[in-house]
């Protein structure tokens, strides 16, 4: 099995690293217009090997390294700057797949692609539109990281191990994301008996900012987006069918339609292969739907 990975940055080399250690493919390949930089972070990832499940990994400039990858994860875009929403990459980044994407089409035609350049929902859609591949085939690595972001603050406010908590944010992987309190659980227990109303404003509030703080005092985000995308990617090789809150094209979702924002869906080795309808308050649906009304705005805004 063989992933290829677009963008040596910091996003697109812990990926690399997080999916060699995971033992997730036998070959991971990373590819860069920045001939040096993807070199580099080759070189560095394969002096490593001997630590890891058994892989090789390579690096070039050069698109045809991805050819014939099952997995195609788009990391490359535009970097979010301190105070600057994932909305406002939209235009740097879109532009940039009018060009990218047609040629990792090319090369790996059959390959389920996994975008993970912010702001994913609109960079998802406007792929789809780029490629005509459909919403299983290429779909985003939407509120993953989000909805695990929630898990772990419900579990530390709880006492309890964070796999014993399900909770899903659903909507934009950005600040109008929207958590789904109403069937959230603690083992068998709702999380609304577990807490107050405030408390829960506070969580939400918490997830959304929590990008905004890292990349405030590092300059970016990776570990946990290189974990979360690698464990897309074991769900799609190993076709786990495990329900995951990825990005792509809903049809009727709630009455929504025709945009890309993440609920809950079944990935497996056909991609996203189909999305859990959840029960939700009118609340949440309203959220929701104002969150896929500001996608569609930005990604209408950009021509798609």
Known sequence: MKIAIVGAGSV?????????????????VLYDIDTNKVRAEA???RQGLQF??????DGSDDVDICADAQVVAVTAGAKQKPGQSRMELAASTT??????MPQLVAVAPNAIFVMVTNPVDVVTYAAQRITGLDGAQLFGSGTVLDSARLRGLIAEHCGVAVQNVHAYIVGEHGDSEIPVWSSAVVGAVPVTELTTAAERDATATDVVRAAYEI????????????ASASRIIDAILRDEKRVLPVSTTVHDYHGISDVCLSVPTVVGAGGAERQLVIPMTDEEIAGLRASGDSIRSTARGLGF
Not at 12 to 28: D, E, M, N, P
Not at 95 to 100: A, D, E, G, N, Q
Not at 215 to 226: E, H, P, Q, R, V
Request: aromatic share 4%.
């Open 52 to 57: 890891m499940p058994a892989a090789t990994v």
């Open 95 to 100: 532009s940039m797949l009018r060009t990218l």
């Open 12 to 28: 697109g080399s812990t990926l690399a690293y997080t999916a060699l250690l995971r033992g997730t493919a036998r070959s991971v």
């Open 43 to 45: 070189l560095d990832l």
């Open 215 to 226: 990349i405030k005092g590092k300059g970016a985000t990776n570990y946990a987006i290189g």
